[in-house]
Every structure is written in structure tokens, then in C-alpha cells.
């Protein structure tokens, strides 16, 4: 499971088995409180969520957004 970064004691990875296929790029993230899914294109959104609130999600989701390149040259380079 590499670990893409780290903010606010949140980590954001990807599983090294997305799936066969493989499902398309998203990330993952998890905090003491819970944790999420991320799909990335065409915008960022939340796939899946347990334990995070709404408003938690929301500032997850501007982390993601203002990383979504870093996140997406991770992606390709891990699973390439």
C-alpha cells in the first residue's frame, strides 16, 4: 500500500491491488476517524466514506483536488 503523501494525520495511498480490471484512478485516505475513497476524474468525488462527516469529506476532497496531479503521476508511475 504506498503511501502517495500525508496531511493533518491523514494518509493518502493506493491499494497495489486496484481491482482486475483495474478500476480507474482514485485514492485512498485514512485518519483515526475513519477513512474514504476518492475518484478523481471527471471531478473529484467521494467513492466510498466510513466514519468521516460531511464536513470532514469536504476538506478531503480540497486536499485531494489540489493534488490530483501529484496523485495521478503516483498512480501511473505505481502501476505502470
Known sequence: MPTVFR???FRF????NEGNPREPIHIHVM???G??????RPEVSVAESVGLDARTLRR????????RELIERAWHDHFA
Open 7 to 9: 496531511h493533518d494525520g
Open 13 to 16: 495511498f493506493f491499494y497495489s
Open 60 to 67: 478531503l476532497a480540497g486536499v485531494v483536488g489540489n493534488q
Open 31 to 33: 485518519g483515526e476517524q
Open 35 to 40: 477513512e474514504a475513497k476518492f475518484w478523481l
